[in-house]
């Protein structure tokens, strides 16, 4: 399969074939890089989630009586194909997001490891069987499909967000319809043309495209849903909970953070520089698990505060190899963030570095963002306590350990956490008492594996997991067992 031609409108894929949207509407893909248009993108509606509802609800029971194994097999050779077509999709995310292709390529790589680790899980799906109090009766857990699974992904990394749905969800035996997200719809494709290769069977996995309110409410909304799995916003995710929760539906949400990355006073502080970059720049801070805000011990808060200006100015900021980032995914989102940053500065913070969009030559059109500190801000300014996904993060100065814990606490959020110290005291003690389902010790507040979960606490989600054996949990049912016998019937 050849992925480097893109056609002149995305297709949706329902049930694994190319189709218009049922109103014939598009809307156009701008690259966050020039500002161009790419393509044009089927605008889907609600009757083209009825027609991948509807045909995803028929072909599921198939779908779930195929063995696990067998599942596990088509999902490797996704992964497989993945791994053929690497160079491919990876330059389609470089062109939707901005990034740069070798960012891209490390990202193509995730969704490969995420489809390897999943499809292995085929010749495992571990289950249970334990004791009873009655005789002769013998009691098993066993996993079971939910039925049709809703996904609807975000857009700064859109392979392995794919990934990280879609191979768990058709691995435990349901259908799957993806939402992609309105601003990465080539590597969603491109996903959709490598899973009917592999052999999906026609309806058990389908792709729509199109914006929230006209495509993914109506998937939320649709009573043949049993599953949704969100990650964007914490207002669209409160909506799923609501309308999704009014008829039972099972609900995993991935909201977001404004993460903290504390530095103490005995901290490696050259590491700890390198790690904050990493933590609040990479990506173009488009990152859940960005740091966005860094606390820093008063013993160390200048020199820190100085090697930090240090390095942000000699950042690149572009889509090639050399750049350490690029642009942000729109034209809103900018302009949003931008506004945040204004306000904050109006209010009385100071910004250190950055603050602005970047036109000179080379970026001109594109939707880059300098990279931004901010200093002097109240731990309960909307800048402490918003998510801004893009290339910012506020200082602020902590007296001690506890100081610190209680400013890093003191969020709705609570995703991921990291600590720079040379004492183990500090860190074990940080990892008991931080609130976040991640807690990092002398690294960034960002960064995942496919075998090891991913979620927070509070606002940052509702309490499952992504990626590990843990996002079976997220897509199967357990169905307990009692099994009788009488040794005198032998």
């Given at each position: 399969?050849?992925?480097?031609?893109?056609?002149?409108?995305?297709p949706n894929q329902i049930g694994g074939l190319a189709a218009p949207a049922a109103a014939g509407g598009t809307f156009a893909k701008v690259a966050p890089a020039t500002g161009a248009v790419i393509c044009q993108v089927a605008r889907s509606t609600r009757v083209d989630i009825e027609q991948a509802v509807a045909r995803a609800r028929d072909a599921q029971p198939a779908w779930a009586a195929t063995t696990v194994v067998r599942r596990g097999e088509i999902l490797r050779k996704i992964a497989i194909l993945l791994q053929e077509h690497r160079a491919e999709i990876a330059a389609l995310v470089a062109l939707e997001t901005g990034k740069s292709l070798k960012d891209a390529l490390g990202e193509t790589d995730a969704a490969i490891e995420m489809g390897f680790f999943v499809a292995g899980e085929g010749r495992r799906f571990y289950g249970r069987t334990t004791t009873s109090a009655t005789p002769n009766k013998t009691a098993l857990v066993m996993r079971q499909p939910l039925g049709v699974a809703g996904l609807i992904i975000a857009a700064n990394t859109p392979i392995a967000n794919v990934a990280w749905k879609a191979f768990p969800a058709l691995l435990c035996g349901n259908a799957a319809v993806l939402k992609a997200s309105e601003d990465t719809p080539l590597s969603?494709?491109?996903?959709?043309?490598?899973?009917?290769?592999?052999?999906?069977?026609?309806?058990?996995?389908?792709?729509?495209?199109?914006f929230g309110e006209e495509a993914g409410a109506p998937l939320v909304e649709h009573p043949d849903v049993a599953v949704v799995s969100f990650t964007g916003s914490c207002g669209v995710g409160r909506w799923i909970a609501e309308t999704a929760g009014k008829r039972l539906a099972k609900i995993c949400l991935e909201l977001g953070g404004k993460n903290p990355l504390?530095?103490?006073?005995?901290a490696d502080l050259a590491n700890a520089v390198t790690w904050t970059i990493g933590s609040a720049f990479s990506n173009a801070g488009q990152r859940c698990a960005a740091g966005s805000r860094i606390l820093v011990f008063d013993a160390v808060y200048d020199q820190f505060k100085a090697l930090l200006l240090e390095a942000v100015g000699a950042l690149k900021v572009g889509s090639t190899d050399t750049d350490d980032y690029g642009p942000v995914i729109n034209e809103e989102q900018m302009t949003n963030m931008l506004a945040s940053v204004a306000r904050a500065q109006a209010a009385g913070a100071t910004v250190l570095a950055g603050g602005a969009r970047l036109t000179d030559a080379g970026r001109a059109g594109g939707f880059y963002v300098a990279p931004t500190i901010i200093e002097g801000a109240g731990a309960a300014a909307e800048i402490s306590q918003s998510e801004l996904f893009g290339p910012i993060t506020c200082l602020y100065r902590v007296r001690d350990f506890e100081d610190a814990i209680r400013l890093a606490?003191?969020?709705s959020f609570g995703l991921t956490a990291s600590i720079h110290t040379q004492n183990i005291h500090r860190a074990m003690t940080f990892i008991g008492r931080i609130e976040a389902g991640v807690a990092v010790v002398n690294g960034g507040t960002y960064g995942s594996e496919p075998h090891m979960p991913f979620g927070g606490l509070k606002q940052s989600g509702n309490g499952w997991r992504e990626a590990g054996t843990e996002a079976l949990d997220v897509y199967s049912d357990c169905k307990t067992i009692y099994i009788n016998h009488n040794p005198g019937r032998v």
């Open positions: 399969m050849d992925l480097r031609g893109i056609p002149t409108v995305i969603a494709w491109a996903f959709g043309e490598l899973a009917r290769e592999a052999g999906v069977p026609e309806g058990v996995y389908s792709t729509v495209h199109g504390i530095v103490c006073d005995d606490n003191d969020s």
